[in-house]
T-cell receptor
């Protein structure tokens, strides 16, 4: 069974530029999550989707971050404009059921903002 | 509010030694799940184990074992006869049944196994 796919793996941009990340979850998984992991810290949830609806985006900085999951499968996370403090690894995860199931993570995208 | 504490920031052991990683959690929910994930240098979070709050049985999987104690709100992870490939950051995480069912992570413990 294929795991969670993410691209790109690495991205370097200058501050105030825009960037987008893509995630394809495990087939059949209804719930998709985006996390931000700053160096030396645990992952922090940015947004959770159930199919194509948002369950929780309370930690998403909505003035610059946006995410969508239009067809209930893959998802994109965008940052516009990027700030230096956005440098982090962005992890995508998916699960079959958001209440009980385990989340499985992709390899992440390492973003460096210069 | 939910909280996970991993007091050990970094641990170094010599190969073949046993090592225990500590995890203490806080929640008012009576139904919750605890997880351990491994993050090797490649960066991907690898799922290791999940326990629910109603099952306090300890579990052993090869060289890995987990000790879940509700009385002390702890879910500790022991690696027996450590190997160099065990070197990674290990995260303990908590998910509660109510609300958005979000996963709350600790700050991680970096384990280095010295050959």
């Amino acid at each position: 069974e294929a795991g969670v796919a993410q691209s790109p793996r690495y991205k370097i941009i200058e501050k105030r530029q825009s960037v987008a990340f893509w995630c394809n979850p495990i087939s059949g998984h209804a719930t998709l999550y985006w996390y931000q992991q700053i160096l030396g810290q645990g992952p922090k949830l940015l947004i959770q989707f159930q199919n194509n609806g948002v369950v929780d985006d309370s930690q998403l900085p909505k003035d610059r971050f946006s995410a969508e999951r239009l067809k209930g499968v893959d998802s994109t996370l965008k940052i516009q404009p990027a700030k230096l403090e956005d440098s982090a690894v962005y992890l995508c995860a998916s699960s079959w059921d958001r209440r009980t199931d385990t989340q499985y993570f992709g390899p992440g995208t390492r973003l460096t903002v210069l | 509010a939910q909280k996970v504490t991993q007091a050990q920031t970094e641990i170094s052991v010599v190969e073949k030694e046993d090592v225990t990683l500590d995890c203490v959690y806080e929640t008012r929910d009576t139904t919750y799940y605890l997880f351990w994930y491994k993050q090797p240098p490649s960066g991907e979070l690898v799922f290791l184990i999940r326990r629910n709050s109603f099952d306090e049985q300890n579990e052993i999987s090869g060289r890995y074992s987990w000790n879940f104690q509700k009385s002390t709100s702890s879910f500790n992870f022991t690696i027996t006869a450590s190997q160099v490939v065990d070197s990674a950051v290990y995260f303990c995480a908590l998910k509660v049944w109510t609300g958005a069912n979000n996963l709350f992570f600790g700050t991680g413990t970096r384990l280095t196994v010295i050959p």
